[in-house]
């Protein structure tokens, strides 16, 4: 092996080994390049050159059709960001998004990953998020749920989605697995029905038609029905994902557990349940990925978002124009947090498949 | 020690009378509130609202509907918008997808950037906010009155897109593309029965004959179909504020279409490209051995293989993207959950629209698993002919 010639690989031969290796692949190449330098100069001149910037242009934009009205996030960011909450506390709002952020950066070390330190960081978390926004202790004015909007109230739903969910997965992927087979299957009958529903249809459902089949006192909020009833699609994907990690274990650990004399709780707690998640991390990376993603669906039943916050912000006649450049601010916010989550997972999976070596 | 087994297969059987006996007296239990909470708003229960006028209109349908129709009647309405936008934007998506997978194993750097953008770009931001992105955009095209007809014929305005069309019923359009499915589906059949016992030849001459019968029959029955005294092909024109004659995608369909092709494409694209990797490097490095050309290696070695690889996840990708056509309800298309809420709204029918929804999506999503597995089955590789 030791007599293969050294390849050389300089800067030139790379780009031409890379870009240029045949005729055909060159014409791709310049064809390629032709149509990325159009589109990102089309953008470049509408973002940047022909843009409008700085604090209430609405008028110069009104009148200037073919630039990017950034005016528009300049002026009405806080609308966006913190929907109808009071303005004098909107700092808080600020505050409780900035604190579960950490949270969900501290997630991502490995000290935190421990069936302790986790769940302890998540609730410590978020209940500092929960005081933040609800007030009425330490001094700070009460402001009640329908009153949060914009980023917040998505990172509250998808916080408690998640917080609620984890725990509910690992019951409902334990239930499927049960040895006992009428509990695995009407739990299997349960996971596979509303896997195959449409997540708004779940939502809808727990929002509008549960008032009418749930006796008065378990009825509760709107806000808290839809967390529900997400947090349970949630856990049935959760529960696959999990179940797919405990049948990637090797079966001599759970007998030897067995053999050891090892009661059901100790064996899930300590050998299967520790293992399922290592192996599953990367989909479950990618269940919270879609998750977020698709919190932002409570628009449509009528929660205030940051996507619904967005377009009342861009829904008063005198900013109607810059709807464009809302979605691009909006989606720009998503892509932040989603593209740095799955590249994360990304990551786990390549470091996971070298020590797995 | 007989006592103890004895116990424990009670023990075991009272647990899962209890686990199931609960499940079910919690749904008999809503259930049963449910009516009474709807009687004690003076609503019966039962279907036979379905029969009842409904009073409101659908903006898009692909079979006669007035505000006369049965509440059936709408709800069929839209299951087959459903259907329809799925398998339009599906096929699309994959198109693409496979496009991008490609792209993005194709060797070369430039492909494999752009390839890499746009899945990046696609898979990160919500789906529903692409498609009121992409809304917003089509609106924003210019009034009937000012828009100027493109390529002899498309004109893209902020009420709807104009394409030609054909001027022909909407049942012969139906059947003749039953009959390619059909056509289709027996290709796919005699791939796996005949074909493969039969001589290269035989066998291709079949497959054109196949095609060609097929190919002409459904122009037959458009021919016969078509609407007696216009000509065969209407291309919109302007007519005073509006343009007449092709066929209007409405800005609703138009979005989904975009926003579900494109998004399911980032993914169906990350599907391919784990396919086209997960290909051993032997295939093609043997094909190069016998001195085929790279398109023949593309095309007859590495695409078929990747396809039959990727088909199972494949699967649950479409299940996925056709549950998500929902989202059309966001700029109102009247697709299915469109239909069943609106009703709601109308009729107080809860408990049976909700139920229609569900066991609709239920049907619907294990019907396609069911087609798809089975399409599955014919083409993936029998035996060790794949070692991987």
Redesign the interface.
């Known amino acids: 092996m030791t007599d293969l010639p050294i390849q050389h690989t300089s800067a030139f031969s790379n780009?031409k080994r890379?870009?240029f290796?045949t005729p055909l692949?060159s014409a791709?190449?310049v064809l390629?390049?032709a149509?990325?330098a159009w589109i990102l100069w089309g953008f470049f001149n509408w973002a940047f050159l022909e843009a409008i910037w700085g604090y209430g242009k609405n008028e110069e934009c009104r009148a200037h059709e073919h630039g990017a009205c950034w005016s528009f996030v300049a002026t009405r960011w806080r609308i966006v960001l913190f929907g109808l909450y009071p303005f004098e506390e909107q700092w808080r709002s600020a505050l409780a998004c900035i604190v579960m952020l950490i949270v969900a950066i501290l997630s991502c070390v490995p000290v935190f990953w421990n069936a302790k330190r986790l769940p302890v960081l998540w609730m410590v978390g978020f209940a500092t998020f929960y005081i933040l926004m609800r007030g009425g202790v330490f001094g700070l004015t009460p402001v009640v749920e329908r009153d949060w909007g914009g980023l917040s109230l998505t990172v509250f739903i998808f916080a408690s989605v998640c917080l609620l969910g984890m725990p509910l997965s690992i019951i409902f992927a334990l239930?499927r697995r049960s040895e006992?087979?009428?509990?695995a299957r009407?739990m299997a009958l349960?996971i596979d029905?509303i896997r195959?529903?449409?997540?708004?249809?779940i939502m809808?459902?727990f929002a509008?038609?549960l008032p009418?089949?749930?006796?008065g006192w378990a009825i509760g909020d709107k806000l808290y029905r839809v967390i529900v009833g997400y947090a349970i699609f949630f856990a049935c994907y959760q529960a696959e994902i999990i179940r797919g990690g405990i049948q990637a274990i090797p079966s001599g650990q759970e007998e030897a557990a067995k053999a050891l004399g090892m009661g059901y709780w100790h064996r899930i707690g300590y050998i299967v349940l520790p293992q399922a998640f290592r192996n599953a991390l990367p989909p479950t990376i990618n269940q919270f990925v879609i998750t977020f993603?698709?919190?932002?669906?409570v628009?449509?039943i009528g929660f205030f978002d940051i996507?619904a916050s967005g377009?009342a912000a861009a829904g008063t006649a005198d900013w109607s124009f810059a709807?464009?450049e809302m979605?691009?601010f909006?989606?720009l916010l998503?892509?932040v947090f989603?593209?740095s989550l799955?590249r994360y997972g990304a990551y786990l999976e390549r470091r996971m498949s070298l020590n797995s070596r | 020690m007989q006592s103890l087994i004895k116990s424990r297969r009670v023990r075991d059987a009272g647990l899962q009378a209890a686990f199931v006996g609960g499940f079910v007296a919690m749904l008999v239990a809503m259930v049963l509130v449910g009516r009474a909470n709807l009687e004690a708003q003076g609503l019966t229960s039962g279907f036979s609202f379905l029969e009842r006028a409904t009073g409101w209109r659908i903006s898009f349908s692909l079979i006669d509907y007035s505000t006369n129709s049965t509440y059936a009647r709408a709800i069929l309405v839209g299951i087959l918008n459903s259907l329809f936008l799925g398998a339009i934007a599906l096929p699309i998506a994959t198109v693409i997808g496979v496009a991008v997978g490609v792209m993005r194993t194709s060797g070369n750097g430039m492909a494999e950037l752009v390839g890499t953008t746009f899945v990046e770009l696609f898979r990160n931001a919500p789906l529903i906010l692409q498609l009121l992105f992409w809304y917003t955009l089509l609106l924003g095209f210019p009034s009937p009155r000012d828009a100027e007809p493109i390529l002899g014929g498309i004109a893209l305005t902020g009420r709807g897109i104009y394409i030609p069309g054909l001027n022909v019923t909407g049942a012969s359009v139906f059947v003749a593309v039953l009959i390619i499915v059909v056509a289709f589906a027996l290709a796919l059949w005699m791939g796996v029965k005949r074909w493969p016992d039969l001589h290269l030849r035989q066998a291709s001459k079949e497959r054109k004959l196949l095609w060609s019968l097929a190919l002409l029959i459904s122009i037959i029955v458009l021919w016969i179909g078509r609407i007696p005294e216009t000509p065969l092909v209407s291309i919109p024109e302007p007519a005073g504020l509006n343009y007449r004659g092709g066929i209007r995608i409405s800005p609703e369909l138009m979005a989904c279409l975009i926003a579900i092709a494109i998004y399911g494409a980032a993914y169906i694209a990350e599907i391919v490209r784990a396919g086209f990797i997960a290909i051993p490097k032997g295939q093609s490095e043997a094909g190069r051995a016998l001195g085929l050309s790279p398109w023949y290696i593309f095309s007859r070695i590495r695409l078929p293989l990747a396809i039959r690889i990727v088909m199972p996840t494949l699967i649950n990708q479409y299940v996925w993207l056709f549950k998500a056509t929902t989202i059309g309800i966001a700029i109102s298309f009247t697709d299915f959950f469109m239909v069943v809420s609106t009703a709601i709204n109308q009729s107080g029918q809860t408990l049976e629209l909700i139920a229609i929804l569900m066991g609709g999506f239920l049907i619907i999503n294990y019907s396609m698993a069911w087609v798809l597995n089975r399409v599955n089955d014919a083409i993936k590789l029998k035996g060790t002919q794949l070692r991987i």
């Open positions: 780009i890379h870009y290796a692949n791709i190449t390629l390049a149509f990325t239930l006992l087979p009428w509990i009407t349960v029905v195959s529903l449409p997540l708004l249809a809808f459902t509008i038609v009418f089949v749930l006796p993603k698709e919190t932002s669906l628009t449509i996507l377009r709807t464009i979605y691009v909006v989606g998503f892509f989603v593209f799955s």
